[in-house]
């Protein structure tokens, strides 16, 4: 029952819509199941699934709105659940920048289920957990690791006669492997929509030789330094530049995409020109929902291009204010790269440090966004093309302004963390000090 | 993606699925149920026997039972708009069990004899079906049957009470406040919580709990377009364990700091504030550049509170120095070799640092912990050296503990509960000192309020912390605001820098309202009292950049 069709769904949909008495009335069900199994020591400690079917009624009088929710679905409860919106409506203050409900719109096909993913069970969660635990009991490490999947639907509808559904799917799982001193630690996740795609042994075994390889890890002097950044440290701080590409924000004056005078920068090159970032519903790696959270669907959108900033997010309210079309916000988003392995990149690189991933990442300049946060579970130090040992933590404090400024090599992107992120070799790059924390 | 981003996408501007903060399932509900009597304690019993029966029955060890109903009042203005109001109950039964030595735990909204009846049973196969898995049985350590008993809040002004035009007027009258004083924007927003929980075991004890908390904030911004730049100050209120009560803005609660404007202690005046920081926030955009370099720095509980949060309160949570939080927020350098030797000076002979759940008006505060413990005061630091750490019942042995220090937490009914931060805080000086007395003695140093950029290692060495506002001292007096301000220093380094606590006249406390831990994440809600304090010579950086 978590799991409507798309059939099932409208007909609750409709039978609500018929129901209302506001000016506009907006209808959501949403549902799915949510899995995980969590271990630790070696040991599983604890897994659960939850279900969930729930379904949100926005009632709206001019620009007041009042929401209600509930989980039963005869008609009795759904009309009672009408009429509290309405009334909780009724009472709200007025929402001036409340917007109209959107008419029938266009989605797409999305690609965003997958079977295998649909079919976890209790049984697929334990064996994963036995296949990440198994290679570290033989190599006497220590593993600690997290699955999530989720499978699950969505349907929208309203009184202007708009209507969409869509199912989708997702595991994300990661593993942090230390050895039995606590002198090595290593790390690895993968997520995708798709579990036939995820095989825990292999994640990992990723995990198992970073911690073997970062035992003993030496100290070197802070300060700037050339770094290639496997893709998820590249991901933890390029996505921190596109989720702050908001052009309310930048209007007014407060966004690293504020211009000095007033306006902002669209158009502007920002950038190295070998940036490009675009967004893709469709994108074959990282599928997303056909639509925005404000309902509009999502088209295939460039971010930047050639270095040059081509668009900023603008809400439907944002938009109507400035007398443009709406940009919605994307769900992932593509950054690209070039055809080089990360291999080829530590070959070819004299000196420099290799960061598996950033950790505890903070803003401490929205002007300029200046993140800080540390390297953690795997970074090595590189001479003449080789990795050479392995090297204490290091605290960074870097925009990714300044990081796309100075890149140097790009690779082949890879899906991480719901984006496609290429791994990437940076110059000064700046670490500000030591950690001993492994 | 996961769950909560599924929902966050999943509304077409669906308000109460959108805020930030709510606990599972909790459902929009009209401003007057908040006020709604809920089940009464004898009716919970009857059902909670129902699960301690069921389960019994099937072979459990132990079970304990609680009934929830999370009941979350947010409100969220900007400039001159109301954004949202979200009033958003919670409600149902999570059943936690050992049988064949391992733990089992399930949940259901379906507070009903049979509801509760089919949870039960399947906690006891969970736990059943991953004892196959099992290394070493749980041991719990002892705890007293309590029988019926009650707590609640000691709130002087329920805040679900006050009507909801009242507190929009107040927050409205913050954000103009702030506009008439300089300010391009401003948000605010009232954060309200009041649990009702009822906690059953095998034990012995019936427990019926009403637990109250409040969050006054908002972000104050001040831009100038001519040179493309813009700079924010926040509240500088604490989240508390209290009622509506802490927004009376008592002038015996304020006192004038060495920056010339009013603190405050245990009542907060949200509108004099804002005036304050709109004021703070033109002047941030002018403020001097700090110059890098090492500083005595005086730190403001405002400030404190998160520094103490960040490297004491998490490196001595016992589950993370042993190991399970690792994949998520690490491990601690807190070992447990360190503590045997009963000598490891985390920090200068003045550091006190004592965990507790029974302050009045922290977030901590409550009778009894989630796994029915009566809670109480103990100390983690004492004169600089580390001598305990947070353990509940199925830990408390690791450590040689006769009984639970009763720091265990779950965020909602369907979450399990496991160990969190209790209050953790550093203790007044003795002797008599007040900021104005300490800030005599520093030559050249930083006064630092306001809780800001905040970053740390997963074991807790490394730290790197900003603040809202710094203050530069020279000779022994404030010589102007500074700007691009961060400290970097390591735990134990830092500590042992403490060199002067004000005293008990200056206690505060700071909060941390949505404190996240585990996989599933969960959050909880902290307060930590600190006086004003003195490091002498920590390395502040500049984070000032051109892009």
């Given at each position: 029952m978590a799991i409507l069709t798309q059939e099932q769904a409208k007909a609750i949909i409709d039978k609500v819509l018929s129901y209302a008495k506001a000016d506009e009335t907006e209808v959501t069900i949403s549902g799915g199941r949510t899995g995980n199994i969590r271990y630790a020591r070696n040991t599983v400690n604890t897994s659960g699934e939850t279900n969930e079917l729930s379904l949100a009624i926005t009632s709206v009088y001019g620009k007041k709105s009042g929401t209600t929710t509930i989980n039963e679905f005869d008609d009795e409860s759904l009309k009672r659940a009408v009429a509290r919106a309405e009334e909780i409506a009724a009472l709200a203050p007025e929402n001036p920048e409340y917007m109209p409900v959107l008419g029938p719109q266009n989605y797409a096909e999305s690609k965003t289920f997958a079977k295998a993913t649909d079919s976890i069970n209790p049984d697929y969660r334990a064996q994963l957990a036995v296949d990440s635990i198994q290679p570290c009991v033989e190599n006497n490490l220590t593993a600690a690791g997290y699955l999530e999947d989720f499978t699950g639907f969505v349907a929208t509808g309203n009184s202007k006669g708009l209507f969409g559904y869509n199912q989708s799917t997702s595991v994300d799982f990661t593993v942090t492997v230390r050895t039995a001193d606590g002198t090595g630690s290593g790390y690895a996740g993968k997520d995708f929509?798709?579990?036939?795609?995820?095989k825990a042994g292999p994640v990992t075994n990723i995990a198992v030789q970073k911690a073997k390889a970062s035992v003993n890890a030496q100290a070197i002097e802070p300060g700037k330094y050339t770094v290639i950044l496997e893709p998820m440290a590249a991901n933890d701080l390029l996505r921190l530049l596109t989720s702050a590409m908001d052009a309310r924000n930048a209007d007014e004056g407060r966004s690293f995409l504020s211009k000095k005078g007033?306006?902002?920068?669209?158009?502007?090159?920002?950038?190295?020109?070998r940036v490009n970032i675009y967004s893709d519903p469709?994108?074959?790696?990282?599928p997303s929902a056909?639509?925005?959270?404000?309902g509009l669907p999502l088209e295939k959108t460039t971010w930047v291009e050639n270095g040059v900033v081509k668009n900023m997010f603008y809400s439907r309210y944002w938009a109507q204010k400035q007398g443009v079309q709406p940009v919605p916000r994307p769900r992932g988003v593509i950054f690209e790269g070039g055809d080089q392995s990360l291999a080829d990149m530590i070959r070819n690189t004299e000196r420099g440090v290799l960061v598996t991933r950033f950790w505890y990442i903070r803003a401490v300049d929205p002007q300029t966004l200046l993140y800080t946060g540390l390297t953690r579970d795997g970074t090595f130090y590189i001479e003449n093309g080789q990795i050479k040992f392995p090297v204490k933590n290091f605290r960074f404090n870097e925009s990714p302004i300044i990081m796309l400024n100075n890149i140097e090599a790009m690779g082949k992107p890879e899906r991480t963390g719901g984006n496609m992120v290429p791994p990437m070799k940076i110059r000064d790059f700046t670490f500000t000090s030591l950690s001993d924390a492994v | 993606m996961k769950r909560r981003d599924f929902l966050h996408y999943?509304?077409?501007?669906l308000g109460a699925m959108m805020v930030p903060g709510l606990v599972a399932f909790s459902k929009p509900v009209p401003a007057e149920h908040l006020l709604a009597p809920g089940m009464d304690a004898a009716a919970k019993k009857l059902l909670a026997d129902v699960a301690l029966n069921t389960t019994k029955s099937l072979g459990a060890t132990y079970t304990d039972v609680r009934i929830g109903r999370y009941l979350q009042q947010y409100l969220f203005t900007r400039e001159k708009n109301v954004q949202g109001i979200t009033n958003a109950e919670s409600f149902g039964v999570g059943i936690r069990v050992i049988a064949n030595g391992t733990w089992g735990f399930s949940a259901t909204s379906d507070v009903t004899p049979d509801g509760i009846k089919k949870c039960a049973e399947t906690a006891v196969a969970i736990a059943k079906a991953n004892s196959k898995l099992q290394k070493e049985p749980v041991e719990l350590a002892p705890v007293k049957a309590y029988g019926e008993v009650s707590w609640k809040t000691?709130?002087?002004?329920?805040?679900?009470?006050?009507?909801v035009k009242d507190k929009i007027d107040l927050l409205l009258s913050v954000n103009n406040a702030a506009l008439d004083n300089g300010a391009a924007f401003v948000n605010s927003a009232l954060f309200m919580i009041n649990e009702q929980k009822y906690f059953a075991s095998t034990d012995g004890s019936y427990i019926d709990q009403d637990i109250h908390r409040i969050w006054p904030n908002f972000t104050v911004t001040a831009v100038n377009r001519q040179e493309g730049l813009f700079r924010s100050r926040q509240a500088l209120s604490a989240p508390m364990g209290?009622?509506?009560?802490?927004?009376?803005?008592?002038?015996?609660e304020k006192f004038m700091n060495p920056a010339g404007f009013n603190s405050y202690r245990n009542s907060y005046d949200m509108v004099e504030d804002a005036v304050t920081a709109a004021k703070h926030a033109k002047e941030k955009l002018t403020a001097k550049s700090v110059q890098p370099g090492k500083y005595d720095l005086m730190l403001d509980p405002e400030h404190l509170g998160l520094t103490i949060h960040e490297s004491v309160g998490h490196p001595l949570e016992l589950d993370r120095v042993l190991g399970y939080e690792a994949n998520y927020a690490g491990t601690s350098f807190a070992t447990l070799d360190k503590w045997e030797t009963?000598?490891?000076?985390?920090?200068?002979?003045l550091v006190n640092i004592v965990a507790d759940?029974?302050?009045?008006?922290?977030?901590?505060?409550?009778?009894?912990?989630?796994?029915?413990v009566q809670t109480k005061e103990w100390d983690l630091i004492k004169n600089g050296v580390l001598v305990n750490y947070q353990a509940i019942r199925d830990q408390a042995k690791i450590i040689n503990?006769?009984?639970?220090?009763?720091c265990c937490f779950a965020d909602n009914w369907s979450s399990v509960q496991f160990q969190r931060m209790p209050n953790v805080s550093l203790k007044p000086g003795e002797a008599k000192m007040s900021p104005n007395d300490m800030i005599k003695d520093i030559e050249k140093g930083i006064y630092i309020l306001g809780r800001g950029s905040y970053s740390i290692d997963q074991q807790r060495y490394n730290f790197q912390f900003g603040g809202q506002l710094f203050y530069e001292i020279k000779n022994g007096e404030i010589a102007g605001m500074l700007e691009d301000v961060a400290y970097q220093s390591n735990t134990q380094e830092f500590w042992n820098s403490c060199s002067a606590l004000c005293d008990k006249d200056d206690y505060r406390l700071f909060g941390s309202f949505f404190d996240g831990k585990g996989q599933p994440s969960q959050v909880s809600a902290v307060s930590h009292g600190s006086p004003t304090t003195r490091f002498d010579g920590v390395n502040v950086i500049n984070t000032g950049r051109t892009i």
């Open positions: 929509n798709d579990a036939s795609l995820l007033g306006g902002t920068k669209l158009g502007e090159k920002l950038f190295d020109e469709n994108h074959p790696d990282i056909p639509w925005s959270g404000e | 999943s509304g077409l501007g000691p709130i002087q002004k329920n805040a679900m009470e006050v009507p209290m009622g509506y009560e802490y927004l009376d803005g008592l002038a015996s009963k000598n490891f000076k985390y920090g200068s002979d759940k029974v302050q009045p008006n922290s977030l901590g505060n409550v009778g009894w912990d989630d796994e029915g503990e006769s009984e639970s220090h009763g």
